[in-house]
């Protein structure tokens, strides 16, 4: 029985449903009812009631959903820990790292310190979320992200380790080719730009900080919504809207006169750098790490 099976048991039974537990399990509905029906093909027999609801185990099986929820718990911790010792006996050092962040600043970091300590690094690339995930279920070491101001003025919560590495501009910028027609655009009272979903991060920023600062005359025609900021760069330099990104990953294109930094004419605001960590025992090369990265701030 594999691990993942019973955390998809456990998904069912703790939300009553199977199309939420596809939800939290990050799979879509007809997936998740196919592994389901596989996890009963293999052990032979119908696990869940699904005339119920919610949906709950068969009668005859309930009796051993403390002993799934144990099962799962020790394999996690097993898990862990294998990952724990042969991480420390490679050296080795896994970082999860927001997507603009990957593209950007990154680099820079890694190479601050691997020149000073042996170190294989993996870098894992996605959104803030899945990024946090990773780290507080310790598949990842280290969390590189971005935070608003306020986020890094707050005192960090109690199990995690916070080091800021510096602010940075979240910009609008332009295709440097097509200014004159966004002017026109401008003149007429329309501001097309690239948006990105309310629910990202980036979208939460721009929502909350750049889109109070427009004038209220001003009609925002959002041309298309994407959550990742490479791609908003794109849309950008191809002059279909004004895109807000992190500076660092438009600093090439500007230099290159691709795009133009529109800072004097448009809100913009202001980002932190953060590299996180959760609190507690760590390795030696984990915290020789850390030491790099607070010297390097």
Not at 108 to 126: C, H, P, Q, T, Y
Not at 245 to 252: F, K, L, R, W
Not at 274 to 297: C, F, M, P, S, Y
């Amino acid at each position: 029985m594999r691990l993942e099976w019973l955390e998809d048991i456990l998904a069912v039974v703790e939300t009553g449903s199977f199309n939420a537990a596809a939800t939290r399990r990050n799979v879509t509905q007809p997936a998740f009812s196919r592994r389901i029906r596989a996890i009963e093909d293999f052990v032979g027999a119908e696990l869940f009631d699904r005339e119920r609801k919610p949906v709950g185990l068969k009668p005859s099986i309930s009796a051993q959903q403390d002993e799934i929820k144990r099962l799962v718990n020790g394999m996690k911790d097993l898990l862990y820990e294998l990952r724990r010792q042969g991480r420390e006996a490679s050296n080795r050092i896994i970082i999860a790292s927001q997507h603009a962040i990957t593209t950007s600043r990154a680099p820079k970091i890694i190479e601050g310190f691997s020149s000073n300590l042996d170190v294989s690094v993996r870098l894992r690339s996605a959104n803030r979320d899945e990024c946090l995930a990773l780290l507080m279920t310790k598949q990842a070491d280290l969390l590189l992200n971005y935070q608003s101001q306020a986020e890094a003025a707050e005192e960090t919560e109690d199990y995690l380790e916070r080091v800021n590495l510096g602010p940075e501009a979240f910009i609008p910028v332009f295709a440097t080719h097509g200014l004159g027609l966004l002017n026109d655009s401008y003149a007429r009272g329309e501001l097309p730009v690239i948006a990105y979903p309310g629910d990202a991060f980036l979208g939460r920023i721009f929502n909350e900080e750049v889109m109070p600062q427009i004038k209220s005359g001003e009609f925002v025609h959002r041309k298309v919504e994407t959550a990742l900021t490479l791609a908003a760069l794109q849309f950008a330099i191809r002059g279909v809207g004004v895109a807000w990104v992190p500076e660092s990953i438009a600093t090439d294109a500007i230099r290159a006169g691709l795009i133009f930094n529109l800072s004097e004419v448009l809100p913009h605001t202001t980002l932190a750098v953060a590299a996180v960590r959760l609190a507690g025992a760590h390795t030696a090369v984990q915290d020789k790490l850390w030491a790099e990265i607070n010297a390097a701030r």
